[in-house]
């Protein structure tokens, strides 16, 4: 069945740092991937998606890229602030069924 | 729009008693989405629904848990009876199903299950 593996946590980093989480994943097909974010004591909220190979997703300064041939869309942003804290999930659809990754806790330090 | 709205955020109640989690998905979604998260197991779909149908319940834990989908507004998700092994947070989701793919889901806020 269609699953994802991300990058245990919690990862630790100082504001202006560089942040790299891996996502690979095993699907039948062509799936769409996703990061959803989830701040302390919120829902998940939708961060990027990509639909086909090649694609990159960007949204809020992180991107990704999905590649078919590592199967991976792994996570990274250029320089991350405090605000960006939070818990960060690769998923996976299929059809209609989302395939969440187990989470990678990301706390910046000022 | 308000987003997806679920009540209430926050419930305690003691083993045995009857939970009923509520959730109203946004306007003009067609599909509706229950998921438990816990530290042990992550997050898990229990159900989904499609134009108020149950299509895939597969995740649905036990016969202590059950799902309804009365109308396009309106979704609960009823544990009878609880117990402790039921704490978790408990979200819906909606999206909808319809060109082009994919069919993003948006969360609501959660709610909180505490089973003494």
């Known amino acids: 069945g269609d699953s994802v593996t991300q990058m245990e946590g919690p990862v630790t980093l100082s504001e202006e740092a560089f942040l790299t989480i891996n996502c690979t994943y095993t699907?039948?097909?062509?799936?769409?991937l996703f990061w959803y974010v989830q701040y302390p004591g919120e829902g998940l909220q939708l961060l990027l998606k990509?639909?086909?190979?090649?694609d990159k997703g960007s949204n809020k300064g992180f991107e990704a890229t999905y590649r078919k041939e590592t199967t991976s869309f792994h996570l990274e942003k250029g320089s991350v602030q405090v605000s960006d804290s939070a818990v960060y999930f690769c998923?996976?659809?299929?059809?209609?069924?989302?395939?969440f990754g187990a989470g990678t806790t990301v706390t910046v330090r000022a | 729009d308000a987003g997806v709205i679920q009540s209430p955020r926050h419930e305690v109640t003691e083993m045995g008693q009857e939970v009923t989690l509520r959730c109203k998905p946004i306007?003009?979604?067609?599909?509706l989405f229950w998921y438990r998260q816990t530290m042990m197991r992550g997050l898990e779909l229990l159900i989904y629904?499609?134009?108020?149908?149950?299509?895939?319940d597969s995740g649905m834990p036990e016969d202590r848990f059950s799902a309804k989908m009365p109308n396009a507004s309106f979704s609960t998700l009823k544990i009878q009876p609880s117990e402790p092994r039921d704490s978790a947070v408990y979200f819906c989701?909606?999206?909808?199903?319809?060109?082009?793919?994919?069919?993003?889901?948006?969360f609501g806020p959660g709610t909180r299950l505490t089973v003494t």
């Open positions: 699907a039948t097909g062509y799936p769409s």
């Open positions: 990509a639909t086909k190979a090649d």
């Open positions: 998923a996976l659809m299929g059809d209609y069924k989302l395939s």
């Open positions: 989701a909606s999206s909808f199903q319809g060109p082009p793919q994919p069919y993003e889901q948006y």
């Open positions: 306007s003009g979604h067609n599909s």
């Open positions: 629904f499609n134009n108020n149908v149950p299509i895939d």
